[in-house]
């Protein structure tokens, strides 16, 4: 019975630790979409009332601590193509491609 519970313990282990190494940059898009949007309010790209940009600025605080977090989860490759993709947001939004 000690055995069972004991290779029970090690599979359950084994797949939360496997499980946590598979995040891609691709599963934090979302993140990225999101940042994106609370920049564009934040600098009042459409014209926001003073609230809205109080509102974007804690919110953009929040992602910016979801991201670094995000990037503790990620292998290196993958943590390059987020980012990437963390930068070309930021740079689309200050080409005012805000959409």
């Not at 109080?54 to 990037?71: F, G, P």
Request: proline share 0%; glycine share 4%; aromatic share 6%.
């Amino acid at each position: 019975m000690k055995k069972n519970i004991t290779i029970i313990v090690a599979i359950i282990i084994t797949s939360v630790l496997f499980s946590s190494c598979g995040k891609k940059s691709s599963d934090y898009d979302n993140l990225i979409k999101e940042y994106k949007q609370v920049l564009c309010v934040g600098l009042g790209k459409n014209s926001n009332s003073l609230s809205d940009k109080t509102q974007a600025l804690k919110r953009q605080l929040e992602l910016n601590k979801e991201y670094e977090e995000a990037l503790k989860n990620l292998s290196d490759e993958e943590k390059a193509k987020l980012m990437m993709n963390w930068a070309k947001a930021l740079a689309e939004v200050a080409d005012g491609k805000c959409d």
